[in-house]
């Protein structure tokens, strides 16, 4: 067995993060965060909950696709290196190890998995599970974010993996879809320029449905998301000795029907001031104000080519669930 980990992000890189993100979305008009600080312990527990919502599709939706598809996705792709972005726990993927390390699977199988997170620890643990259930998987972890450490991935010509050739890389959950879309252009041709022709990306993508089925996925009648949103503000108190009233802020979940996306907001609901000792600085919100943090958008179908080939790949194969909310596309790099 082989379990390697790469660290390209520290403790101190995430806290430099935080203050120049809280500095520039703060004093924005209209003022913005970005949606990773949700994500401390208590941000991703509250996640967990939403994804065993009965609104909250997205999750379930995309397992049950990955389920039914992982055989033919293996086939298809024929990788021997496969890449997780944004790993985490590495929950769906089993169903794409279980896949591509079968002996079904084309190529000899499944050499390498390197799953990436913010999250060392996170990491660690994930991988330390992985090496019992797949003993015969060699795993290279690497902690970085995928927006900056694209080209730190290994495999490839420069960081070559013994016995892996070709890789695949699983961008999974609809994350794209929270990238605005500058965002969303540079993280796909920062990929493609990384991947030697022929490798592969493997996206999954919320499509386009109805607004109000979009909405209640965002805006649940427990009011978890409500907790979840605030979360950011909890961070910012904690991290930057913010001194937000996290209860005078309430969640709003809007459709955008002309850029498609869902956005998340926090609505003050009294004019304030709020000060963050840490950054020198003080926020005046009007009442009723709105800051945005998060946009999630959705996609069509028959639009994936073009987003792809905008970036330099080819669609290869998409994959739909019956109701046809949540797609699974493989690109290869032309």
Do not use: C
Not at 7 to 15: G, P, R
Not at 95 to 110: E, K, R
Request: charged letters at 25%; aromatic letters at 8%.
């Amino acid at each position: 067995m082989t379990l390697l980990l790469d660290v390209h992000l520290t403790e101190s890189d995430a806290d430099a993060a935080l203050r120049a993100d809280a500095l520039a979305g703060l004093t924005a008009t209209p003022k913005w965060l970005p949606p990773k600080w949700f994500y401390d312990a208590r941000g991703s527990e509250l996640f967990e909950r939403i994804t065993e919502l009965p609104e909250y599709y997205p999750t379930r939706t995309e397992r049950t696709l990955l389920d039914r598809s992982a055989d033919e996705i293996a086939a298809v792709s024929g990788a021997d290196v496969l890449v997780e972005l944004g790993s985490g726990s590495s929950a769906k993927t089993r169903l794409l190890l279980d896949a591509f390390t079968s002996p079904a699977h084309p190529g000899g199988g499944l050499r390498w998995y390197v799953p990436q997170d913010v999250s060392e620890s996170a990491l660690r643990q994930a991988m330390g599970t992985l090496a019992d259930e797949y003993p015969g998987l060699r795993l290279r972890g690497v902690v970085g974010d995928f927006t900056r450490h694209l080209d730190r991935l290994p495999g490839g010509r420069h960081t070559p993996l013994p016995g892996g050739t070709r890789r695949m890389v699983a961008f999974l959950g609809g994350t794209i879809g929270n990238l605005l879309p500058a965002e969303r252009d540079r993280f796909l041709t920062g990929l493609r320029a990384v991947l030697e022709p022929g490798e592969q990306m493997l996206l999954g993508t919320g499509l386009v449905v109805e607004p109000e089925v979009l909405v209640r996925a965002y805006d649940d009648g427990a009011g978890v998301t409500a907790e979840f949103n605030r979360n950011v503000l909890r961070v910012l108190n904690r991290e930057l000795g913010a001194d937000f009233d996290v209860d005078a802020f309430t969640h709003v979940a809007l459709w955008d029907a002309e850029r498609e996306w869902i956005e998340m907001r926090l609505r003050a609901e009294r004019a304030m001031t709020v000060r963050l000792p840490e950054l020198d600085l003080s926020v005046d919100f009007a009442r009723g104000e709105q800051m945005r943090t998060e946009v999630s958008a959705k996609f069509r179908a028959d639009r994936l080519g073009a987003l792809f080939a905008g970036a330099g790949f080819a669609l290869t194969r998409v994959w739909t669930d019956p109701d046809e909310r949540h797609a699974l596309s493989l690109a290869t790099a032309a």
